[in-house]
């Protein structure tokens, strides 16, 4: 059974920093990609950052610059590195791994991000 569990949330400062982990537990699959999603309140939720097992990133258009997402395959954990943090950065983030062989996708419990201005 795959299971996804995230840390590292809490409250931080505007410009400060924060570093989120999810690391995915089970065994017999292969993780073809991991990302980070986040929701606020009263909105969807939107991208944040995705890696592949190859090394291929992407992000969401407001953390380009001042977020980076890493992964470790041997541990199957991502990490989401947020630099320059800014109040609309506040709100819930979702970890979530998609499966090699049948595309399944799995999701954390998410971790609340909180940014005081």
């Known amino acids: 059974q795959v299971q996804l569990v995230e840390s590292g949330g809490g409250l931080v400062q505007a410009g400060g920093s924060l570093r989120l982990s999810c690391a995915v537990s089970g065994s017999g699959f292969r993780i073809s990609a991991m990302g980070w999603y986040r929701q606020a309140p009263g909105k969807q939720r939107e991208l944040v950052a995705r890696?592949?097992?190859?090394?291929?990133?992407n992000y969401g258009n407001s953390v380009k610059g001042r977020f980076t997402i890493s992964r470790d395959n041997a541990e199957n954990t991502v990490y989401l590195q947020m630099n320059s943090v800014k109040p609309e950065d506040t709100a819930v983030y979702y970890c979530?791994?998609?499966?090699?062989?049948?595309?399944?996708?799995?999701w954390g419990q998410g971790t609340q991000v909180t940014v005081s201005s």
């Open positions: 890696i592949r097992s190859e090394g291929w990133t």
């Open positions: 979530n791994a998609e499966i090699a062989y049948d595309a399944s996708i799995y």
